[in-house]
């Protein structure tokens, strides 16, 4: 825990035989009080995130950070310190509420991958799940190569041919 943010990797440890070509880091904001975004504070969780990439290192490390839009400038400042911060050969990913996929400010990030989550979507999921029925894509490009899913919450209708991530809220 870092002031009001928590970075944390796999609460349940993935078992497998080979090496994850993805370091997986979930970052929360304790909802109870408004951040005071500070530079000390924005290089101290640049540097949890870099050190939890460390501890598993892999080909992609992907943020897994879901924030208010009031708080999006905080995700942008961190995913710009992890790039800076990674080698030039490790892919940056992350995770992004689906409607962000349609939205402009996700322009900025400095990220190979954005992985919209088609599980509970709230307020846009009737709208997302219609878009995807009807064969329409995100208006990101970024969003066109991989999807995430939920083992609790299936969708019928998800494009084709992209990398799959799985989530599950279990262990």
């Given at each position: 825990?870092i002031?009001?943010?928590l970075?944390?990797?796999?609460p ?5 035989t080979?090496a994850?070509?993805?370091?997986v880091?979930h970052?929360e904001?304790?909802?109870?009080t408004?951040?005071?975004?500070t ?8 540097t ?6 460390q ?7 992907q ?7 009031s ?22 990913s992350?995770?992004a509420i689906?409607s ?7 322009d ?11 599980f ?13 029925k009807q ?10 190569n ?14 084709a ?11």
């Amino acid at each position: 825990i870092i002031d009001d943010f928590l970075a944390r990797g796999r609460p349940y440890p993935l078992l497998t035989t080979t090496a994850p070509e993805t370091t997986v880091i979930h970052i929360e904001i304790d909802g109870s009080t408004a951040p005071q975004w500070t530079p000390v504070l924005r290089k101290r969780l640049a540097t949890a995130v870099l050190q939890f990439a460390q501890i598993i290192p892999a080909r992609q490390v992907q943020i897994d950070f879901e924030v208010k839009q009031s708080q999006r400038a905080i995700l942008l400042d961190l995913l710009h310190d992890v790039r800076a911060g990674l080698s030039p050969e490790t892919r940056l990913s992350m995770t992004a509420i689906a409607s962000w996929c349609n939205e402009s400010w996700l322009d900025g990030a400095p990220v190979d991958e954005v992985v919209p989550m088609l599980f509970r979507m709230g307020a846009s999921d009737a709208a997302i799940r219609n878009q995807l029925k009807q064969g329409r894509d995100f208006r990101d490009p970024r969003c066109h190569n991989a999807l995430a899913i939920s083992t609790d919450t299936p969708i019928a209708q998800a494009p084709a041919g992209r990398r799959v991530y799985i989530f599950n809220p279990d262990s």
